[in-house]
T-cell receptor, first 113, second 114 residues
Framework: DTAVSQTPKYLVTQMGNDKSIKCEQN?????MYWYKQDSKKFLKIMFS???????INETVPNRFSPKSPDKAHLNLHINSLELGDSAVYFC????????????FGQGTRLTVV | GNSVTQMEGPVTLSEEAFLTINCTYT??????LFWYVQYPGEGLQLLLK?????DKGSNKGFEATYRKETTSFHLEKGSVQVSDSAVYFC?????????????FGKGTKLSVIP
């Protein structure tokens, strides 16, 4: 069973389009995250939700909007896609406690053309 | 918030060579410390962790010791294999009330050649 699954794995789209990436975890975790990994492999936190409530919202354009319908799901919607949005987006989840690690999905490689 | 300084790569080693990847951090309190590994085309996987000072995390021949005095968590392996080729990330965990996220270093790409 996949612990953290995100879809799609690859997404190629044109500039100006709107797209969504879905994430689901079956670990019973309370906290979920979206990270963006650039071409140099640098990982930057974008958002974090705890029990469906937004707790981290880093400096991200407001074209990016997370939605958590329940604590097992955290989707990422992106409006008006730009070339600079091309990256790999990772979903992760954790218990959200001090000594616990995060579990990552396989990533979604977004290419904006 | 927490921050991490990780040895810059890329690092290229011959098979069976000794590996060290340096990691130092700044953090509020004493967070757990993690090393994650990312194999090509995959997501991040937990490699090892240590939850308190002087703890040694180990897995697949890799080791790292939580050094509170030097705020370091260097990754070592005595004899690397081609299959260890990947990107390695050091990350202090959440620390303090209201803190939920891991903070990642910039990653160190390791290439092991036969």
């Amino acid at each position: 069973d996949t612990a953290v699954s995100q879809t799609p794995k690859y997404l190629v789209t044109q500039m100006g389009n709107d797209k969504s990436i879905k994430c689901e975890q079956n670990l019973g975790h309370d906290t979920m995250y979206w990270y963006k990994q650039d071409s140099k492999k640098f990982l930057k936190i974008m958002f974090s939700y705890n029990n469906k409530e937004l707790i981290i919202n880093e400096t991200v354009p407001n074209r990016f909007s997370p939605k958590s319908p329940d604590k097992a799901h955290l989707n990422l919607h992106i409006n008006s896609l730009e070339l600079g949005d091309s990256a790999v987006y990772f979903c992760a989840s954790s218990l959200g406690q001090v000594n616990t690690e995060a579990f990552f999905g396989q990533g979604t490689r977004l290419t904006v053309v | 918030g927490n921050s991490v300084t990780q040895m810059e790569g890329p690092v290229t080693l011959s098979e069976e060579a000794f590996l060290t990847i340096n990691c130092t951090y700044t953090a509020t309190g004493y967070p757990s410390l993690f090393w994650y590994v990312q194999y090509p085309g995959e997501g991040l996987q937990l490699l090892l962790k240590a939850t308190k000072a002087d703890d040694k995390g180990s897995n697949k021949g890799f080791e790292a010791t939580y050094r509170k005095e030097t705020t370091s968590f260097h990754l070592e392996k005595g004899s690397v294999q081609v299959s260890d080729s990947a990107v390695y990330f050091c990350a202090p965990g959440p620390s303090g009330a209201g803190s939920y996220q891991l903070t990642f270093g910039k990653g160190t790409k390791l290439s092991v050649i036969p």
